[in-house]
């Protein structure tokens, strides 16, 4: 099972595990404790803006347009703030306008595949690349997926959430989502700058192709 965080999120699952997964999650949605997020209890906070509500509202609809089912969520909250439900969608493509398209909202795309290879090929088709992360047993799957043959994200995880928080190590995306990194063996390129220097130590200049400096 493979999935991509692209600020609403994809997660490709193996056809034969997919209802059960999508039963699972929609039971794990259902415990998230919502409220102020300046609340140390509280999971799940409001969005940041209007505007984002209205990103969230237009996507689910575009969802359903395209063939998706919403199966948990999809709707704003009847509560003072930027709230809305945390959200699951079944049924779209692997290649919708919709699953392409990097919202910022709560939503999560679950999509059917057949098999690793197929999984890798839609990981890697969107235009964004932060943080992935494939959940096996498989040896051959894991070494193949944190390889070049594997995903194109630049935080490639094997199972533990796509969330990068692992201070220890660099930070950053690649494709539309840049190219830089930040924080862990990264940190130094923020403070210093690099030069590459060549020094002669002896009295000669040695030329190429028995050029002589005389």
């Known amino acids: 099972m493979c999935c991509l965080t692209m ?67 999809g709707k704003t909250m009847q509560r003072e703030g930027n709230y809305v439900e945390p959200t699951i969608v079944v049924g779209l493509k692997h290649d919708a306008d919709i699953v392409l398209k990097e919202t910022f909202a709560p939503i999560l795309y679950v999509i059917k595949t057949q098999g690793f290879e197929e999984a890798v090929q839609w990981n890697n088709e969107v235009k964004q690349g932060l943080s992935s992360s494939l959940f096996t047993q498989n040896l051959n799957h894991l070494f193949r997926w944190i390889g070049p043959k594997g995903s194109d994200c630049g935080l490639i995880n094997v199972n533990i959430p796509t969330s990068g928080a692992e201070i220890g190590g660099a930070f950053g995306g690649e494709k539309h989502t840049g190219g830089g990194r930040e924080s862990g063996s990264d940190s130094w390129k923020q403070y210093m700058r690099r030069s590459t220097c060549t020094i002669n130590f002896g009295k000669q200049l040695p030329l190429a192709q028995g050029i002589k400096f005389e």
């Open 7 to 73: 600020h609403s999120f994809i997660e490709i699952v193996h056809e034969k595990l997919h209802d059960q997964v999508v039963e699972k999650l929609i039971n794990a949605y259902k415990q998230l404790r919502v409220g102020d997020p300046l609340e140390p209890s509280t999971l799940y906070g409001p969005l940041h803006t209007k505007d984002a509500v209205g990103m969230f509202q237009r996507a689910v609809e575009a969802a359903k347009a395209q063939g998706g089912t919403v199966v948990c969520g």
